[in-house]
């Protein structure tokens, strides 16, 4: 390896540590130390984290433009083009942009190839304060925005097909945020350099209908925003004594459009055979991550998104979803209902249920 094969990336985050990105054609190396210089040893192994490429997924040729971003909710987001060969194309190396996020404490979250393109040539990302991310993608067919949700969803509503496609430009080099929140976007025409104006907020995004449901039987509220799962609670593959409460909320899914600002919802299924037949929801990353560590719970996803509350309070317009617990953890019976009317989980009081206060913001509507 030559040190032209080498490249780096750093961020300085607000306690004043530096993370440094070392990306070869063998790994990523994220190393962090604190203001004085001194290794973070709660970071990774002692100060350092080492991703290795799994070559059984991707061959990394050589690593173009890599980024290291810091994120709003903590995490970090280590991006590099990967060229090479994957399952896909054994034969044919399919370029894409590989996507390794981390924990604030060091541990690696996920990695993900994303947006493969035969014409692929370059890339330029920003973070969002909802701690997504925009992508720009250069190809032989032209430069497009992309929008990476926290969950490594792309947002199929941001453009048509989830791809808005940037006119005018050839390539794009630097994307930014002003100090209005709109986009910067800087690039090349035919002609000349060329820097671009964009508001993120411009198209309204309507929530879809997250849909309430209670079994006769097991006496277990339910919920989805899935139109698919609906069909099938409803034709009896989710089994008997499943009906519609007439009630629910409205939430965002990427299919639709997710705002900014957006979070996802984590969504739970109790372990078969060790945990209870109930669903869990949380859009509090601390808690999703704690469930997470708990083998009572299997992750199944991102359920939908919803926005969060500020000082306690959700925005004018977003009504406020509560949460309610039935209090059967010892009878291994667990579950939970979200309402956004309160004295609806009031009622359950009698008979055993808490009320676990404000959780998240429904969509308006």
């Known amino acids: 390896m030559t040190n032209s094969a080498i490249q780096a990336d750093l961020v300085v985050l607000g306690d004043g540590s530096v993370v440094f990105a070392v990306f070869s054609p063998q790994d990523i190396r994220l190393y962090k130390v604190d203001a004085s210089g001194a290794p973070v ?41 990967a060229t090479g060969t994957s399952p896909a194309s054994p034969t044919e190396p399919q370029p894409s942009l590989l996507a390794l996020r981390v924990s604030a404490s060091g541990a690696v979250m996920s990695a993900s190839n994303l947006l493969p393109d035969p014409g692929f040539q370059t890339w330029a990302l920003a973070a969002l304060p909802d701690s997504s991310v925009l992508i720009a993608r250069n190809s032989s067919a032209g430069a497009t925005l992309h929008r990476l949700l926290p969950d490594n969803q792309f947002d199929a509503a941001f453009g048509p097909g989830g791809a808005c496609a940037l006119l005018g430009f050839r390539s794009v080099t630097a994307l930014g945020l002003d100090m209005n929140g709109d986009l910067l976007v800087a690039g090349v025409d035919p002609a ?6 964009y508001r993120l907020d411009a198209a309204a ?6 849909v309430e449901y209670f079994n006769v039987d097991l006496r277990h509220y339910f919920i989805t925003a899935s139109p698919a799962e609906m069909a099938s609670i409803e034709s009896g593959g989710a089994g008997p004594g499943w009906q519609r409460t007439g009630y629910g909320f409205q939430a965002y899914v990427p299919e639709a459009g997710v705002p900014v600002g957006a979070r996802p919802v984590c969504r739970f299924y109790g372990t078969p055979g ?24 299997l992750y199944e996803g991102t359920a ?4 969060l509350p500020n000082a306690g309070q959700c925005a004018s317009g977003a009504p406020p ?28 009081q009698p008979q055993g249920w808490s009320i676990e206060g404000l959780v998240f913001c429904a969509a308006p509507g």
């Open 321 to 348: 979803v509560f949460r309610a617990y039935n209090n059967r953890y010892a009878q291994n019976d667990s579950n939970h209902r979200y309402a956004t009317d309160y004295a609806q989980l009031q009622a359950l």
């Open 41 to 81: 040893q709660a970071f990774g192994a002692g100060g350092l984290l080492v991703y290795p490429y799994p070559v059984e997924q991707i061959s990394i040729n050589y690593p173009i433009g890599p980024r290291l971003l810091a994120l709003a909710d903590g995490t970090l987001l280590a991006a590099t083009s």
């Open 192 to 197: 000349s350099a060329l820097v671009a104006r």
């Open 205 to 210: 995004v309507t929530g879809v209908a997250v």
């Open 274 to 297: 060790s945990g209870p037949n109930s669903h869990f929801y949380t859009a509090d990353a601390d808690e999703c991550a704690a469930v997470k560590r708990d083998r009572g719970w």
């Open 304 to 307: 939908f998104y919803v926005t």
